[in-house]
T-cell receptor, first 114, second 110 residues
């Protein structure tokens, strides 16, 4: 158990819809990262938050947005969903200390767009 | 462009050592080398990380080349449960994000 909790585990929705994925980081971790993993692909970094502030952006589409709340949980919002958005979405957290701190991953949310 | 490269796949026999290579020729002097693995239907799991010296933990060993342009993850005695995709991370990019390799799929033969 990594200590990172992601909900829901599975999400099935239709094109054009909007969904929210939730992540609770490990106790004590201030950074939260979001990654996308399409079928049989590697991890694509989307966005990082540190203590409530956006720290870095990767290949995140404009239709996607995220935030980190004062209790440090984070949400990833995906809107105007397309078939190509079907993927596993992982959240990871890490303690203070910069990018060389190990990241701990949740079990992911599997998003299926019909 | 900074890059981390790994072989697509490797095979090994059960109970034999496995050496997983990684090239990270653009790594800076202060960036760590990390390894993660992803078991089927799970999120990535931290394995090991190091800066210059070789590192050991209960899961694996990490051998880092003297020039730090390459590293090798060593599983001393592979079991069927070690079958996974192993990701090497060789430094950070201009966004301070980890430079993930594409991963090596490790197949363990009984």
């Amino acid at each position: 158990d990594s200590g990172v909790t992601q909900t829901p585990k599975h999400l099935i929705t239709a094109t054009g819809q909007r969904v929210t994925l939730r992540c609770s980081p490990r106790s004590g971790d201030l950074s939260v990262y979001w990654y996308q993993q399409s079928l049989d692909q590697g991890l694509q970094f989307l966005i990082q938050y540190y203590n409530g502030e956006e720290r870095a952006k990767g290949n995140i589409l404009e239709r996607f947005s995220a935030q980190q709340f004062p209790d440090l949980h984070s949400e990833l919002n995906l809107s105007s969903l397309e078939l190509g958005d079907s993927a596993l979405y992982f959240c990871a957290s890490s303690p203070p200390g910069g990018p060389n701190q190990p990241q701990h991953f949740g079990d992911g949310t599997r998003l299926s767009i019909l | 462009d900074a890059k981390t490269t790994q072989p697509n796949s490797m095979e090994s026999n059960e109970e034999e050592p496995v050496h997983l290579p990684c090239n990270h020729s653009t790594i800076s002097g202060t960036d760590y080398i990390h390894w993660y693995r992803q078991l089927p239907s799970q999120g990535p799991e931290y394995v090991i990380h190091g800066l210059t010296s070789n590192v050991n933990n209960r899961m694996a060993s990490l051998a880092i080349a003297e020039d730090r342009k390459s590293s090798t993850l060593i599983l001393h005695r592979a079991t069927l449960r070690d079958a996974a995709v192993y990701y090497c991370i060789g430094g950070v990019d201009s966004n301070y994000q980890l430079i993930w390799g594409a991963g090596t799929k490790l197949i363990i033969k009984p």
